[in-house]
């Protein structure tokens, strides 16, 4: 049976069903918003309507654009449940509270019509219980649909059937979320705190006894458990502030109070610290104050953290470990770990210690919570940011290493473990070509991870495909003819290295493929072009070789639009620059829907001076139609540079013009990101790929220019710019204008790019320019002069 998500109804608006609700009218869907009618005013749809507009003005954005919101209406359950009839899908998300759930759901039972589906984002609830009660139509439609908040940016969704789903509602859901909603879709079995918040708070109560074992800081912990363990900055307790302690504790309880037979349920116990900041009501940042609490100071604002004995908040103090200063110095997060786990000092003690009890735990919960040991990773992963999972973290410290740490700590650990404890160079995953195959406990073989055969995995690609690489970048075959050109310089800036293996990547598929895709897996596309390189040329007056690095660049980014081959450009998260000036000139973009576009040159002193200012001229005379205000249409293109504008997500670039309708696409899923560049690419090239001819560009010379003069000085005379601000805009507008041609007039993209070029220069020798520059090297602040 295939189905059709065209319209879902959210029940309960709070903060996770506002969110939810978002996320849906993220992706097209009409969205029904239900919640309890007031018991008193008129407006019988204000709680709902309320906690929409609250989620619409938090921070990061729960939507993709303005234009979403309009999918979504808001009601009440006594006079708009009926109108469920229409939906597709039910998703009930109200207070954790059996009774009041099962009231719903038999109003819910009244007005869905056979076949709908219906889940629960119960976070704790078993699913059989909620199950009780119904009818046979409704038990088979019905399973948990966990989102972890925010929906929109955290990518796990746990699907967890009830005894009665069908395999065709739970398969469906899996397929749904992963390719609709983006998630990574996880299966689990209807146990306490399913898999992600079972393992992951776990962790971090280990974490909590052994702060107060080890005699540490809030601070420490935090330094030691965030990026140079692969996990986010928040680490530990910024996190805990973030997602609420008591919400933490309410996880932790029901573990202690549901799974009596946990051999690690002693670990589940509030400490009395935290228990003291649930009784205070010190709940984090919905508080104001958790483990953290911002404070002013003569009129400056601090962060305080809380001392755990004495339980008072006090400057935060930071204490020096070698192991962490050695291990900043590694490449990878790999080698990072590696050497912390075995330093000598506290803060690999830590480690070492959270790393076994972690270890110990999640073999305990196979078969448990979940038959195979690859689900237990992409949940931890994908539910708390997590770069490796347990078992991933296990084979980074060695299967035997790990063991004897477990054994050494009095730890238990289960029979399927005993029985591989003398294989020789045992490790739970193996990589076999591109393949990646995960240790099945139930027929002691190692076998595919399921789903690969519609994804493209760089990193496992990349170990038997690589064909050219230097310090910055790497080609990769990607197979069926298209190769893909990954950078790896720090921050993916775009240097001297990049450029070459861009050039090298055109010259091999030219030669001998049939297409290009430009993708990494890093954590951010690309930060853009090295500033650091560009200001120490500027800084020492080589106007000569700056003049040289930005003709090779601008060379460069007119290859990718005037190559003999496709050139599709797959960009992620911070897309700055020279890197959206890659995108702006690629047949192609496949934007992941988390991707900030901007040409943000602007904020350095300078304009974009790789195309992007060019391109964006090109765009805005293909925009012109007879009869249009011109000056209008140059006044938005303008001042999206002007103003350093970054999309908020790929749908916002395609407002502000760094994306194409027609020609630029959006993918929810990163892990299908490379597969559709790469079948785009194809695409193009078996339609009959024929690279573009030259354009003449319609540029409107002194009409333009006195517009943006006017403009740039009623801002500088009104205070909101400085006077460098006011010459930058001047550049910039000369640029975009052509020059002070007398009419409009048509011009070569070259003349632009001399045009672009000269302006770059110009600014670079600026010593406000030189100081801003200095800044971002030097603090990575934005200085405005």
Same mark, same amino acid.
């Given at each position: ?15 996770m069903? !506002?969110?939810?609700a978002?996320?849906f ?13 007031p ?23 729960a939507i ?6 309009s ?5 009440n ?17 109200i207070i954790?509270d ?7 759901y ?8 056979k076949?709908?589906?219906v ?10 219980m909620?199950n ?16 972890f908040?925010?929906?929109r ?7 967890i ?6 395999? @065709? ?14 998630k990574?879709?996880v299966?689990?079995k209807?146990?306490?705190? $399913? ?13 909590f ?7 540490? !800081?809030?601070?420490?912990v935090d330094?030691i ?5 692969g996990?986010?900055?928040s680490a530990?307790f910024?996190?805990c502030?973030?997602?609420?302690i ?5 996880v ?7 799974c009596p ?11 009395d610290?935290?228990q ?10 919905k ?16 962060i305080?953290?809380l ?5 008072e908040y ?9 192991s962490l200063e ?10 990072k770990?590696?050497?912390l ?11 070492r210690?959270? $790393?076994?009890?972690i ?6 919960r ?11 990773d992409?949940a931890?992963? !994908? ?9 991933e973290?296990?084979d980074?410290i060695g ?6 740490h477990i ?13 591989i404890?003398?294989?020789e160079n ?20 190692h076998e ?5 055969e ?7 690609r ?13 080609i ?5 003819g ?11 800036t ?8 861009l ?16 993708y990494?897996?890093?954590?951010? $596309?690309?930060?853009g ?7 120490m ?7 000569e ?15 990718i ?9 797959a ?11 890659m995108?702006l000139?690629?047949?192609a973009?496949?934007?992941h ?5 901007g ?15 060019k391109?964006?001229?090109v765009?805005l005379a293909e925009?012109?139609?007879?009869g249009?205000?011109?000056t209008?249409?140059?006044r938005k293109?303008?001042?999206t540079i ?6 908020t ?9 760094y994306l194409?309708r ?20 194809l695409?193009l090239y ?6 573009p001819?030259?354009?003449k560009v ?8 006195g517009?943006?003069?006017i403009?740039a000085?009623?801002m500088?005379s009104?205070?909101?710019t ?7 805009? @001047?550049?910039?507008?000369?640029? &975009?204008?052509?020059g ?7 011009v070569s ?12 220069? @110009? ?6 320019? &030189?100081?801003r520059?200095? !800044? ?10």
């Amino acid at each position: 049976m295939k189905r059709h998500i065209n319209k879902v109804a959210v029940l309960g608006s709070g903060v996770m069903g !506002s969110r939810i609700a978002c996320h849906f009218a993220n992706i097209g869907v009409e969205v029904l918003l239900l919640d309890m009618a007031p018991k008193e005013g008129d407006n019988r749809n204000k709680i709902a309507e309320d906690a929409l507009k609250t989620t619409l003005k938090s921070s990061p954005s729960a939507i993709y654009s303005k234009s979403c919101i309009s999918r979504i209406t808001a009601g009440n359950f006594e006079d708009d449940l009926p109108k469920i009839n229409d939906c597709d899908w039910v998703i009930e998300v109200i207070i954790e509270d059996l009774k009041i759930k099962q009231s719903l759901y038999d109003k819910v039972e009244q007005y869905r019509k056979k076949g709908t589906l219906v889940s629960s984002n119960t976070s704790g609830i078993p699913i059989q219980m909620l199950n009780e009660g119904r009818s046979d139509d409704f038990k088979q439609h019905f399973c948990g649909t966990h989102f972890f908040n925010p929906p929109r940016y955290l990518r796990l969704l746990e699907i967890i059937p009830g005894p009665d789903t069908t395999q @065709e509602v739970t398969d469906f859901h899996m397929h749904y979320g992963e390719l609709f909603l983006g998630k990574k879709t996880v299966l689990c079995k209807d146990t306490p705190a $399913f898999i992600a918040n079972r393992i992951g708070v776990y962790s971090i109560m280990s974490l909590f006894h052994l702060v107060k074992e080890l005699g540490m !800081s809030v601070t420490d912990v935090d330094r030691i458990s965030g990026p140079l363990l692969g996990r986010p900055k928040s680490a530990t307790f910024r996190t805990c502030d973030v997602v609420g302690i008591d919400t933490l504790v309410k996880v932790a309880n029901g573990v202690k109070e549901n799974c009596p037979n946990d051999e690690a349920s002693r670990t589940f116990e509030i400490p009395d610290y935290v228990q003291t900041l649930v009784d205070n009501k010190w709940l984090g940042s919905k508080s104001g104050q958790g483990f953290y609490k911002k404070v002013k100071e003569d009129g400056k604002s601090k962060i305080l953290a809380l001392n755990l004995e004495s339980l008072e908040y006090e400057e935060q103090k930071r204490s020096t470990f070698a192991s962490l200063e050695q291990a900043k110095l590694l490449p990878s997060v790999e080698e990072k770990i590696k050497a912390l786990f075995h330093g000598k000092d506290k803060a690999s003690e830590l480690i070492r210690k959270s $790393f076994t009890n972690i270890f110990a735990y999640v073999a305990n919960r196979v078969p448990e919570i979940s038959d195979e040991i690859y689900r237990l990773d992409d949940a931890v992963r !994908s539910g708390f940011g997590w770069q490796h999972g347990p078992f991933e973290l296990w084979d980074i410290i060695g299967f035997s290493k790990g063991l004897k740490h477990i054994k050494e700590a009095g730890l238990s650990v289960p029979d399927w473990i005993e029985r591989i404890e003398g294989a020789e160079n045992f490790s739970f995953y193996k990589l076999e070509g591109s393949s990646l195959k995960f240790y099945d406990q139930s027929s002691t073989s190692h076998e595919l991870v399921p789903g690969q055969e519609d994804k493209i995995n760089l990193k496992n690609r990349k170990a038997a495909h690589s064909i050219w690489g230097n310090s910055e970048c790497s080609i990769i075959d990607l197979g069926d003819g298209v190769l893909n050109l990954e950078f790896h310089s720090k921050i993916n800036t775009i240097g001297s290295g990049i450029i070459q293996g861009l050039n090298k990547a055109i010259d091999m598929a030219e030669k001998d493929y049939k297409g290009l895709v430009i993708y990494n897996e890093g954590d951010n $596309f690309s930060a853009g072009a090295n500033v650091g390189l560009i200001f120490m040329l500027a800084i020492e007056q080589e106007l000569e070789e700056l003049d040289m690095a930005v003709r090779m660049f601008q060379k460069a980014t007119m290859r990718i639009r005037y190559s003999d081959i496709p050139v599709v450009v797959a960009p992620h998260n911070l897309t700055l620059g020279g890197a959206t000036e890659m995108s702006l000139h690629a047949d192609a973009v496949v934007a992941h829907a988390e991707t900030y576009m901007g040409l943000v040159e602007f904020g350095v002193g300078v304009i974009p001076g790789g195309g992007g200012t060019k391109e964006f001229t090109v765009r805005l005379a293909e925009e012109l139609e007879e009869g249009d205000i011109r000056t209008n249409t140059f006044r938005k293109r303008f001042l999206t540079i002007g103003q350093a504008k970054v999309s908020t997500s790929a749908e916002e670039a395609f407002e502000l013009g760094y994306l194409r309708r027609g020609y630029d696409h959006i993918v929810l899923n990163r892990d299908h990101q490379l597969a559709f560049a790469k079948a785009k690419a194809l695409e193009l090239y078996n339609k009959g790929y024929t690279r573009p001819g030259s354009k003449k560009v319609k540029v409107l010379g002194k009409e333009a220019m006195g517009l943006v003069y006017i403009g740039a000085n009623s801002m500088y005379s009104g205070n909101y710019t400085s006077e460098h601000d006011r010459k930058i805009s @001047e550049k910039l507008g000369y640029v &975009m204008s052509g020059g002070f041609l007398s009419e409009p007039s048509e011009v070569s993209e070259q003349y632009l790019l001399d045009l672009e070029r000269k302006k770059f220069l @110009e600014l670079c020798m600026e010593r406000k320019t &030189m100081e801003r520059m200095q !800044s971002l090297v030097k603090s990575g602040k934005i200085l405005r002069n």
